[in-house]
């Protein structure tokens, strides 16, 4: 079985970090930095856990599968995002997971939000749609790491 | 990824719930409790001064070896050391009044420069960390 995280999360600094992990290493990672002093503190993260017998064993091969799987996931975060756009998200006590078996074969995600508190998790669905809407950017715009 | 440093605040309130589900927990449960928050938040790193604080929380011998079996599956990052542009910056931040009469805590401090120095985005419920400066 092979575990494959596509996330990205943002700091109270305004800093953007994107990247994939490989059964919990790091492949890829993008950061924009913030405009304000360094703060690390997080404003919320987005997980997107893949598993499965069949998934990409090396980054270039894992930024190619979800570009491939581009519309399946971007569908699902867009759906999700208006799913919660009325409602927002209650994170205070644990992180909000959805549980999505068959989006694609025989690959099971898990998409997982957590945010630092509940302003901010009323505004989930739009951080949904701007994980879909920048899927393809995100994905160009990460740097293999240097482990790889 | 950029590690998930994980806070106190996330750490105890979990430890919490999970041991009020026990009547007589073992080592075992406790570290299992761990690795369920491990695979909540996808990552299991701590700092020093998590360490530090979550055991001066403990008051009997037999929830200290829980909290012990429970605090030895995370990973701390800092490995024990705190550097001097830790304290640097511990202190610098410490020295800010982000509100009057509102405190800052030691370890707040602390963890915030590490995360810094190592690179990490600091998961936290904690009001004051939430400050940004």
Known sequence: MTDL????????????????DLNGSPLAEGFREGDEEPNPVLLWYIDLRCSGEHLPHDADKAIEWFRENNDAFTGTLRRTAQELSRTGVDTEALPFRQQFRNL?????????ISTL???????????????????LAQLDGLALSADV | MAKRLLDTSLLIPFFRGRRRQYESPTVQ??????????????DGVIASPVYLEFTCGVDDDQ???LALAFLDEFENIDG????????KIAIQRAQRIFYPGRKRQVVDCL????????N???????????RRR
């Open chain 2, 120 to 130: 990490c985005d600091l998961k936290t419920k904690d009001r004051d960390l939430r």
């Open chain 2, 80 to 87: 024990g050391h705190i550097s001097d542009e830790d304290w």
């Open chain 1, 5 to 20: 995280l596509f996330y990205r999360q943002k700091r109270v600094d305004g800093g953007l970090r994107s990247g994939i």
């Open chain 2, 111 to 118: 963890l915030f420069a590490i995360a810094r120095r190592l």
């Open chain 2, 29 to 42: 449960d406790a570290a299992a409790w761990a690795r369920e928050l491990i695979h909540i938040h996808g």
């Open chain 2, 63 to 65: 929830e200290m070896s």
């Open chain 1, 104 to 112: 694609l074969p025989g690959v099971n995600v898990d998409l997982v």
């Open chain 1, 117 to 135: 508190g509940r302003p901010e998790g009323r505004d989930v669905a739009q951080f949904l749609r701007e994980f879909a809407d920048d899927w």
